[in-house]
């Protein structure tokens, strides 16, 4: 058998890291996109788009991730789509990002006074311009603090991947530890990198979050 | 061979209803007892860091941010797997339920914590003006209204760690989502095994939200 | 010259509470026209339905001879460009300069180009008494400042026809005067008003016509002197009396 150093397993497990970033960012941008979609059409006036807005946010809020995982891993192949564990992921993870930074966002559109939506009808803007030059703008400087504190349960949640099987730090922390036979070491170091990647994030927020509310005062 | 979304077959999976049953059980089971502790954790691990010696605040403060930023599915793994080694031997359903509480505590101490430093200090003033001691003010005067105004996001957090739970199947914890693979490892309905699944994890959790939005003001914050 | 604004049987009702009950009134270019009553008259939600941010149930208002028609978007982006509002609360836009907040709604609905529009900023600006403040923030501005920069907004787009609600019950005591100073202006420069007040003396000074709404409805109607020295109905002379004491 050949023995592992410390250096190695955290080789190893920084080389799988580079996954879980990968998969964060392709889920984090893919949900951004698919997001901000949901929101517009929740922020239109037809009633239909904003209740199936709603219904799909609740229930990718009310299921948990990994059955969603299974869900996109299973169903896919179900259509007949090659399923590589990579897509499953990227797709589950895109759909259960986009649903939680809708209804975040949403939030935030919310909170701008329904005064600013007026004034801005009565001057005689489209919806579209309503939505472009006054509410987003606004709506923008609330939503970053907890959209960038949501990147912290994108990268979390990618450690769900694999158990379909997607290799990131979480599984390459599996296939370590039955090589090593060392689960306390690397599983300690599995948690660490992880906590390497989200502390800075979630300090980041926190950050914007209070010259946000000095800048409110 | 392609099967059709036309050929879903979920009678197959219903007929094993006792195995979900029993699934079902395990994840309220599971819940109630992590709420239970992880909101007693979370309580006492606000006082101390808003109370506390400098050095409980530090530990206290450690934990939050450990367990915030790390996956639960790791933090099963390593009470499950990692702490053997260290001559912690734990069985899957009380490694489930240590990591549950654990993690629902470092969530919870930090929204128990907002709650508190909300609270106006003048009513911390008359009350030590009536001769309370400092645990009593905690309990009864401040820790109340706090709880009132953060109990959504505690629940939503509650809710969080049931759908969380489903994690706990991958150390053979019989709870739903363990029932779901049984099954679909048995007939090979994987698609629908998990359809069932995930709708009734959406029930509960609509069920769960509803039943603690009851529960709160009645029994934890009296109205 | 026709009329302005015409509204003919407007009902409008919130659920189950009757707003509006069957509402008449004309409006003649560059008349003022101030209306008065008591809290839940529908005096706002007249004002919103003119602007047609509020449907109405039946009726019908012709802006210079045209119908409101919610179901155009075209042709609710046109009533709005000869209908302006002052909102009681401002309503500025946070994240733009006051300059930006004047030259938005030209640029974008009426293409001005940004020379032009500026232009037309500044001068909007020197007519409120603000000609310094163009690249100030709004929430640098005192609420009498804000209020007038809502009125050179609303002016920029060159409406038809003012629309303003309570535009100085937000304001200080203090503050009050120097609105209601460039409203007096644009009065005495022909602007046709529409507006609810509650600064009866005021209304008593600029206004051609005085109209009292109760329960829905234009109650009474006519010139301030007329209506002040000798209120037919009781629900005047009683409101009336109500703002002395
Ligand atoms: N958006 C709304 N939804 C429900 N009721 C409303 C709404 N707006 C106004 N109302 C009701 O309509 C009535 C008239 O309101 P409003 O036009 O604002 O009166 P005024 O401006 O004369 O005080 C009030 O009883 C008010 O409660
Ligand atoms: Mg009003």
Redesign the interface.
């Known amino acids: 058998m050949v023995e592992f150093t410390l250096w190695d397993i955290l080789r190893n497990l920084l080389l799988a890291a580079r996954w879980t970033v990968g998969l964060s960012l392709v889920a984090f941008i893919g949900g951004g996109l698919v997001g901000f979609a949901l929101l517009i059409a929740r922020l239109t006036p037809s009633r239909g788009a904003r209740r199936l807005v709603s219904f799909y946010v609740q229930l990718f809020q009310g299921t948990p991730l990994l059955i969603q995982l299974f869900l996109a891993y299973f169903g896919l192949a179900l259509f007949g789509i090659q399923t590589s564990a990579w897509t499953a992921a990227a797709l589950a993870l895109t759909a259960y990002t986009s649903a939680f930074l809708s209804e975040i966002w949403f939030g935030c559109v919310a909170s701008v006074p329904r005064g600013q939506w007026e004034a801005a009808r009565s001057l005689a803007l489209t919806f579209g311009e309503q939505l472009r030059h006054v509410i987003l703008p606004q709506a923008l400087n609330i939503a970053i603090p907890p959209t960038v504190g949501f990147l912290v349960q994108v990268i979390k949640g990618t450690a769900l991947a694999s158990v379909i099987g997607f290799v990131e730090l979480t599984k390459a922390g599996g296939m370590i530890t039955n090589a090593t036979f060392r689960p306390f070491t690397v599983y300690a170091a599995v948690a660490l990198i992880y906590f390497a990647l989200c502390y800075p994030i979630s300090l980041t927020a926190r950050a914007l979050e209070r010259t946000l509310h000095a800048a409110h005062r | 061979m ?4 036309v050929n879903l077959d979920f009678g197959t999976i219903l007929v094993d209803w006792r195995m979900l049953a029993k699934g079902v059980a395990w994840t309220l089971g599971l819940t109630a007892v992590s709420a239970t502790g992880g909101l007693a954790l979370g309580v006492g691990c606000a006082w101390a860091r808003i109370h506390g010696p400098a050095w409980l605040k530090a530990v206290t403060g450690a934990y939050v ?2 367990f ?8 099963l ?2 009470i499950f ?6 001559g912690f031997r734990l069985s899957p359903e009380a490694a489930s339920i240590l990591a549950m509480v654990i993690n629902l505590g470092a969530y919870a101490t930090e929204i128990i914590r907002a709650g508190i430093e909300a609270t106006p200090r003048g009513q911390v003033e008359a009350a030590l003006s009536l001769a309370l001691s400092r645990m009593q003010i905690f309990f009864h005067v401040v820790l109340p209204p706090a709880l009132r105004k953060i109990w959504p996001a505690l629940v939503s957090q509650i ?1 969080i760690v049931m ?2 739970s ?2 706990c199947g ?1 150390i053979s914890t019989e709870e739903l ?1 363990f029932a ?1 693979n049984l099954i ?1 490892s048995r007939n090979f309905r ?2 629908e095994a ?2 069932v ?2 709708l009734i ?2 029930a509960l ?2 069920g769960l939200r509803r039943l603690l939005n009851w529960l709160g003001p009645r029994f934890l914050f009296g109205d | 010259m026709p009329p302005i604004v015409e509204i003919a049987g407007l009902y409008k009702s919130f659920g189950e509470t009757q707003v509006l009950r069957g509402v008449d009134l004309n409006v003649e270019p560059g008349e003022v026209i101030a209306i008065i009553g008591r809290s839940g008259s529908g005096k706002s939600t007249l004002l919103r339905c003119i602007n047609g941010l509020e449907r109405f149930d039946s009726g019908a208002i012709l802006i210079k001879n045209k119908q409101i028609d919610h179901d155009s978007a075209a042709a609710m982006r046109e009533l709005r460009q000869q209908v302006g509002m002052i909102f009681q609360s401002f309503n500025l836009f946070p994240h733009l300069n006051v300059g930006r907040n004047i030259m938005l709604a030209p640029k974008l609905v009426k293409k001005r180009a940004a020379q032009q529009g500026e232009e037309q900023a500044r001068a909007l600006l020197a007519r409120v008494g603000l000609e310094e403040k163009f690249d100030a923030m709004p929430d640098r501005l005192s609420g009498g400042q804000q209020q007038r920069v809502a009125i050179a907004r609303a002016l920029a787009m060159e409406p038809a026809v003012l629309l303003c609600d309570e535009i100085t019950s937000a304001l200080d005591p203090e503050l009050v005067g120097e609105v209601l100073r460039v409203v007096e202006s644009l009065a005495r420069d022909g602007m046709t008003l529409m507006m609810v007040t509650h600064e009866i003396g005021f209304a008593r000074k600029i206004a051609d016509r005085l109209i009292f709404m109760h329960q829905g409805k234009v109650h009474e109607m006519g010139p301030p002197e007329e209506l002040f020295a000798n209120p037919r109905t009781p629900e005047l002379r009683q409101f009336l009396s109500s703002l002395h004491s």
């Not at chain 2, 915030?68 to 933090?75: A, C, D, E, H, K």
């Open positions: 392609i099967r059709t979304v941010e450990l915030r930023n790390t996956p639960f599915i790791v933090q793994f390593f797997f990692g702490l053997p080694a260290a809710i759908l969380g489903s994690v991958q989502s779901a679909q994987a698609f998990f359809i699944a995930a994890y959406l959790s609509i």
